[in-house]
């Protein structure tokens, strides 16, 4: 007998879920839920034989579901995650967990006493160039990191809900938990826009600095003339630039840097030594990201294994957002 699923949430992302799942073999569909029903009957016309509900709460109750996808808004994730894992479904919420970190770890726990699957779709992290990205910082290919330095700009879309960092940020934390192996920073500084007319930050900078001495710098906005999503990594002996709107080098890692050398004449000296080299594009993984991770997910379920995006990540992504958020709610510049 197969998976099934039930998909809570049919806005923007919702859709997408249904789509994957419903291709992967083994899985089916089985209810769907969205308070605007007009939304449930356009997911029914192409999926007839899913069961509707106007409520999420009923839909983990009544759905006869094994799982269930959460893509509501973040307010809601809460509650609905752990009435799912309190009736004994698996779960895969949209990023971000929860907008608290308590929370987000009383999930964790729950998740872990139930010994229920907990996942966080951090998208990104299942996408083709940042593999690719992980497999050469791991090999040691770029050196000692740095620092790293993170641009996700564009008009739009503003929200009312959340702010900028629970938006948009917490994709770029999660790149960043993925890459560095869970590394958390012991001081962050952040800074950030507000518009009257909207309610919430739509700038953020922000600054992370981690036990190692690495730096990584992250700014986020929904009021840009252009559309930047733009990743640079800068190691002791290559540097790497991820490009999301490249159409075809995503990914390109730089033989560049520099070199410090001591100048016998004047002890007290250094020299700088220029490293310019070859560009090159690595080949990567070009399957639809939201395809794996819903693939991930069913495989974890079914396996009883932990999924790359599993909910330490995402409660380390929580922490991180929160603590940037606060500092920008209270107006400090550092935690």
Request: aromatic share 8%; glycine share 8%.
């Amino acid at each position: 007998m197969g998976l099934k699923v039930g998909v809570i949430g049919l806005g923007y992302w919702g859709p997408n879920l249904v789509r994957n799942f419903a291709t992967l073999d083994g899985v089916e569909i089985a209810a769907v839920a969205d308070k605007d029903i007009s939304r449930v009957e356009r997911v029914r016309r192409l999926y007839p034989y899913v069961e509707p509900f106007n409520d999420g709460l009923e839909l983990v109750e009544r759905g006869g579901v094994d799982a269930v996808a959460i893509a509501t808004p973040v307010a809601a994730h809460f509650d609905l995650a752990l009435a799912a894992l309190q009736n004994g479904k698996h779960v895969l919420v949209e990023k971000p967990l929860t907008d608290n970190p308590n929370t987000a770890e009383q999930l964790c726990k729950e998740a872990e006493k139930r010994a229920l699957v907990l996942m966080v779709d951090h998208v990104f992290v299942y996408s083709g160039p940042v593999e690719r990205l992980k497999e050469i910082i791991d090999a040691g290919e770029l050196g000692d990191i740095v620092y790293f330095d993170s641009v996700r700009i564009n008009l739009g879309l503003f929200r009312h809900d959340v702010n900028v960092v629970w938006d948009l940020m917490v994709h770029d934390l999660s790149i960043v938990d993925y890459l560095f192996n869970g590394a958390t920073p012991k001081k962050v500084q952040s800074a950030g826009l507000k518009l009257p007319e909207f309610g919430q930050e739509c700038v953020c900078y922000a600054t992370l600095r981690y036990p190692n001495g690495m730096l990584g710098a992250i700014h986020v906005s929904w009021f840009a003339p252009v559309k930047v999503p733009r990743f640079i990594v800068c190691g002791t002996k290559r540097m790497a630039v991820y490009d999301d709107l490249e159409p075809a080098e995503r990914l390109k890692i730089y033989e560049r840097g520099v070199d410090f050398v001591e100048d016998s004449h004047q002890i007290y000296k250094m020299l700088v030594s220029y490293r310019t080299g070859d560009v090159w594009s690595p080949a990567f993984d070009t399957k639809e990201p939201l395809g794996k991770v819903c693939s991930n997910f069913v495989e974890c379920v079914k396996a009883g294994s932990m999924p790359r995006a599993d909910a330490t990540a995402g409660l380390r992504v929580v922490q991180c957002a929160w603590s940037i958020s606060t500092l920008l709610e209270r107006g400090d510049a550092m935690a």
